[in-house]
Structures are given as C-alpha cells and as structure tokens.
C-alpha cells in the first residue's frame, strides 16, 4: 500500500476539496450568468426556461448510466477526470457563443460533464472517507468545495463590472481555475492511482479497471431504497433559493445588487454547517440527520415572509439544510451500500434527490404563487413524513450495527 498510494487519505480528501473548489469557480461563475447570456443572444423566457431544464435533467438522469458504467468499469478516475474535462472546455466557450443554439448546446454539456464524473467521484471521496471519518471527510470537501460556489459568480460579476456587458472576458478567464483544476487532479491520481486502498478494497499491484467487477444479480440493500426515500421527501418539501430570491425582490425587501451577497453568505453557512454535521456523524451516525427535516419545515414561514430580519433567517437556515443534504446526506450512502456497487448507489440517489427536487420546486413555486398558509402547512406536512421515514430507519440501522459488532 505504501509503495503505491503516496498520499494520505485526509490530504487526498482536501486536494480533492481543491479540485471541486476549483471546478466550482468555473461553473458556479458560468450558472449565475446563463439566463443573461442566452436573453442578450435573443432567446425567449421560455427557451430559457427549457435549455436550464433540459441541462439539469442530462445533470440528473445520465447518473443513472454514468454510476453503473463506473461500477462496472472500475475506471474511477478515467470518469472524474473526464467528467471534469467537459466542464472545463464548455464553460470559456460559452463566452464565445454568437448563436442561441451552440450557447445552449455548451450548457447542456457542462451539465453532462457533472453527471458524468459525479458518482465516481463521489465514490472515490467515500474509499478516501473509511480512513478519515464519512462525516468529516465528505464535509470538509463540501466546505472546499462552497467556498469555489462563492468565488466563483464574485469573481464574474467583478470582471462584468470592470468590462460591461461583455461576456467573453468574465467567462474566458474561468480558463485559469479550470486547467488548475485539471493539473491538480492529474497529480492527484498520480498520487493515489488506487483510492480503494484506503478501504482495503483492492488489489495493490493491479492497475485501474482491473479489479473484479461487481457481481450480476447483487441488488442494493433496502435500507438504501429506504434511505433514498427520504432524501427524496426532504428535497421535495424544500424550496429554492431562487424562489426565495424572487421573493426578496418581488416584494422589495432587499434591493437587487444585495441578492448576490446573501447568497455568497448562504454559501458560506453552507459549508460550516457541513463541518458541523459531518462532526457530528462521524460520532452519533446517521442520527445526526434529525434536524433535517424540522429547518426545512420552517423556512417557508420566515424566508417568504414579509421582515427583512426573518427573511434573511430563512435564508440562513437554506443554506443549513443544503449544508446537510450535500455532505452528510451523502456519507450516509457510503456505509449502506458496498465498493463493488456505490458509484452505481450514489448516481441512483443522486437521481432520487433530483427529480423529487424539481417536482419539489414546481410544487413550491405554485403554492408561493397561490397561498403562503397552504405552502407553510404542505411543506411541515412532507417533512414529518421524512421525519416519520428516517425514525425506523435509524433505528434498524442501530440494530444492524450493533449485531455487526457483536459477530465481528
């Protein structure tokens, strides 16, 4: 192990978190600016509207295939990097763009780029993770990783004002923190070519894809379905931010220019409560997702409400349970399922959290638009029943583990 991984794990999880902050920078800096670019090369709200959406269904379902592909595959690293290597290439030319239809073509593939690389990076992180603590390991790279969603629409929105209303300085100069981000992760896996040694999952001297594949027949646990339903039911009953923005605008609590700070805020509480929470997992389990539910529950009644001081409550609290659902909801995952199948488990959740994201978003963006009484007591109501979800599986899961520990 020694002669082939010449890295520690807790290194490999933060150069990593470097590598993800890096990527943020890049993508996070093109998203703020997508709707602008496609409205200046004459495309309608509603083109708009079915390019974002057609982007984050590539982001979402191809994990699907991706997942399984890197399961069975076992080329982890081939996937991340190339996953990474889209982005990097799609979001300066974006800048480029003089039609609506190559613009919207270059979106879409950054959002490929994302589904392709997702799960199997997310599985490497979780080899990385056995030695490091789940908790800790997936939320210091969410904290990394947060502080890249932060820089990243500053450092667009900085370039914009310095040069108008051009689009190519803001976005070509994302060139610098992508190839940065591919040098890195290049010297990364030259560094840790093998992270399933970590978790003692392979072979040392075998090189990359040349491990057993997972077995035909295996089906992933229930506990994982389970598991999966809930995630899906806390991101069905919770709102956007960008509906949180339209409503600070729309109703005129905060002046447009300050809706960016707020959200660099919301990043930033982000990434300590994944700090926090990830602490905490690594010491109490998955028991620590119980105040999940309860601070999605009440941000209806303090973000859409009519005080600056609630609103901005409100948004404190997205930004808490975003912290959650992007790192200990994910270490969760590691411990249910397996090596051999978790690319394969992390894409189908993934997937899980997506679609009931967008049915959820619909749903909250209708109710906002009908009643703010009907949206505060619809969203409690789906948040006990993922409070009532995870309550059994919690305790199933410590049955689990305590008869583990009594046969190991």
Known sequence: MTARMRISAWRFVATFGVVSLLADVVYEGARSVTGPILAVLGASAVVVGVVTGIGEASALLLRLVAGPLADRTRRFWAWTIAGYVLTVISVPL?????TVLLASVLIIMERVGKAIRSPAKDA??????????????????????QIGAVVGPLLVAAVLALTGDDYRP??????????????LLLWLRSRAPRPELFEGNAHPERPEGSEPKPADGFRLPGAFWVYSGFGALTMTGFATFGLISFHIVEQGILPAPWVPVVYAGVMLVDAVVALATGWLYDRIGPAALVVLPPVCAVLPALAFGGAVIAVLIGAVLWGAALGIQESTLRATIADLVPPSHRATA???????????????GALAGWLYSTSLVAFVVTTAAIQALALAVLLPFLIRNRSRRKSAALNA
């Open 170 to 183: 803001s976005l070509g100069i994302l060139v610098v923190p992508g190839v940065a981000a591919i040098v």
């Open 124 to 145: 490497l992180l979780s080899f990385a993770t056995a030695a490091t603590g789940r908790g800790k390991g997936f939320a210091v790279h969410e904290a990394l990783d």
């Open 94 to 98: 974006l800048g480029f763009a003089q």
């Open 346 to 360: 992390y894409g189908l959740f993934a997937a899980a959290l997506g679609i009931a994201a967008a049915l959820g």
